[in-house]
């Protein structure tokens, strides 16, 4: 499966963007998804998950309450809302795809879109 994600872009502290990641196929719906990001001069960090179905989420703390992560398996699409943005969610988001259930280690995911940039200033 091929990913490809869009939507980053600049926000201000307090605001929202959503990012969607749209993959290719026609088995989008057997995968489960994971959201990372990666900030400068840190490491890749896990941000979120959801399982194939859409049932079920999970998030880091530092995101939790603040971001959801959806997908329309209509559309081959998942979804990462983040609302009340702060300076430190700047970095690059990835989404990525795995089967045999969601995990927060990227090293458990078999496929990667390229990245896309947000930008929170304060």
């Known amino acids: 499966v091929q990913l490809q994600a869009s939507g980053g872009g600049f926000a201000q502290a307090g605001g929202s963007l959503r990012l969607s990641c749209a993959a290719s196929g026609r088995t989008f719906g057997i995968y489960d998804m994971g959201w990372f990001r990666q900030a400068p001069g840190k490491e890749r960090e896990f941000v979120g998950s959801?399982?194939?179905?859409?049932?079920?989420?999970y998030y880091a703390d530092s995101v939790k309450g603040r971001f959801t992560i959806s997908r329309d398996n209509a559309k081959n699409t998942v979804y990462l809302q983040m609302n009340s943005l702060k300076p430190e969610d700047t970095a690059v988001y990835y989404c990525a795809a795995k089967k045999g259930g969601p995990a927060t280690r990227e090293g458990s995911y078999d496929y990667w879109g390229q990245g896309t940039l947000v930008t929170v200033s304060s």
């Open positions: 959801i399982n194939w179905g859409g049932g079920s989420t």
